[in-house]
């Protein structure tokens, strides 16, 4: 049953939510994004739940055994559940990339305004308001490459979700660990306007390559927030 609420509270999230921004014609053939088929999936399975309990419960009223109407039971309660839970946690742990993901917490809302704000030049914020990357923008640059350095990610967010919910964060909010140029490297390195740029002397890029040079002593902050108070 928590599954079926789940699962409609996705559907119900998706409706409401609408499109951010201005509505783009889609392609020939376009039939919705992953999460909209997750969400979809979800609620279907859902009601579908819901139609074999009332299906059971009707059953037994009428006089059924359990054993006449076992199958259906277990669908509902056993394999039906598991299902909706399988794909929410896949649906969850996409959806954990998201810039409305990463602002679901209090105290890193003023990075999320910041990001946001087409007012300022911090690094974030001209990334976002220009597009230099298309979505998921708080995990493109905080994720290093490779599996593992999903993996890493999906877990620091599990962290953060634990420090927010205890109360257990200080403030003012810092990194980790210093920033490292591959996250930024890996998507500049190969472009052309970055190495030809004459702000990337060609001395100095095997430093930035290997590390020994910081991109965010040239390039930053990358974020200017109004930090948030402790609630």
Known sequence: MIGAVVALFWATEAFAAGSPGPA???PEGWIGTTTQWAQGLGFGLALLMLILLVIAWRGLRRGGSVRMLGG???????LLPLLVMFVGYLHGFQEMETVQACGGCHVMTPFVNDLKDLKIEALAAVHYKNRYIQ???CYACHTDYGMFGTASA????VRHI???VTGSYTLPIKIASPYPNGRCLG???ESQKFLNSDGHPKEDQPQLFAGAMSCLDCHGPPHTPKEAKAK
């Open 162 to 164: 634990y420090y927010n």
């Open 72 to 78: 259906v039971l277990f669908l509902a309660l056993t």
């Open 154 to 157: 999906k877990l620091a967010g």
């Open 135 to 137: 979505d998921n923008h």
């Open 24 to 26: 783009v014609a889609q």
């Open 187 to 189: 998507c500049h390195g």
